[in-house]
């Protein structure tokens, strides 16, 4: 895993590059946002869609609901980038509709754009 900072201001965001599945289940998504705060200072975070286990985009797992609070209780931003086009479930394309009309996780299609978001949110 490959962890770079994008600095613009007093604005920090934590770019995740990995080609393996980073988060599995809630410990490894509080891991990542442990690690990056405590190594970085950062509490803005990019993750590609292939970064996370297929489970998160399953609605009825709880999964993505668990890891998201636990995101949302601690205060840290996240982004995460790809193609959500390939999902059927309506529940998951509202879920990101709902997401994306807030300030605490964005379902974006690319780094810059996610980029760009994070750093525009305080």
């Known amino acids: 895993m490959n962890i770079t900072i994008d600095q613009q201001g007093s604005s920090k965001v934590a770019v995740i590059e990995s080609s393996d599945v980073i ?4 410990q490894d998504a ?6 990056v705060n ?5 509490h803005k975070i990019i993750l590609q869609k292939a970064n996370i286990t297929e489970d998160f ?5 709880k999964l993505a609901g668990e890891i998201l609070q636990k995101y949302v209780n601690y205060k840290v931003k996240l982004a995460i980038v790809g193609d959500f086009d ?3 479930s309506k529940s ?18 690319d780094k810059q754009e996610a980029v ?6 305080t």
Do not use: P, W
């Open 23 to 26: 988060i599995r289940d809630v």
């Open 30 to 35: 509080l891991d990542l946002m442990a690690s």
């Open 38 to 42: 405590y190594n970085h200072e950062c």
């Open 57 to 61: 985009f399953e609605l009825k797992t």
């Open 86 to 88: 390939a999902y059927d």
């Open 92 to 109: 998951l394309k509202d879920f990101i509709y709902e997401c994306n009309n807030g300030k605490q996780v964005l379902f974006l299609r």
């Open 116 to 121: 760009n978001a994070l750093h525009n949110i």
